[in-house]
Every structure is written in structure tokens, then in C-alpha cells.
């Protein structure tokens, strides 16, 4: 009885990151400043794979975001010097 209980659980936590990850990357996608092509790009990866899509979006815009403020410190140190 314990483990169906917990199975049910589980499911639901599923079922509800499957219906809020994709909403929450869409959102983040529409504040980002990517060119259409990129946009387009993704929001058919985060249709196409619901669950899957959302978590690979905000792996990889975590490290675009690192990498451009890298990228403009470097081109702000080198007007300076």
C-alpha cells in the first residue's frame, strides 16, 4: 500500500514539472536576446522534448550567460589598454 502510494507521488511531481518546466523556459527564452533563428530553435526543442528540452534550455543558457560576461569583460579590458 506504502508503494503505490509513493509511486502515485512521484508520478504527480512528473506529471507537474512537465506541465511548469516548459511554461517557466519559455518565459526565461522571451527575456534573452537571441536572434530569430535561435529563438525558433529552441522553443521547437522545448515542444518537441517537454521534459527533457526545458532542462537542456536552462544547462546551456546558464553557460551563454557566463560566457558573453566573459566575453565583454575581455572586449572592455581590451579598449582600455
Known sequence: MIELE???FWLSAF???LLVLPVLAF???L???FKGRHRLIWVLIII???F???ILYFIII???KKFNLI???VKQYRQRS
Open 27 to 29: 518565459a526565461s527564452l
Open 52 to 54: 527533457f528540452g526545458p
Open 62 to 64: 546558464k553557460n551563454y
Open 15 to 17: 506529471m507537474v514539472a
Open 31 to 33: 527575456k534573452q536576446n
Open 71 to 73: 566575453k565583454r569583460k
Open 6 to 8: 509513493t509511486s502515485g
Open 48 to 50: 518537441f522534448l517537454p
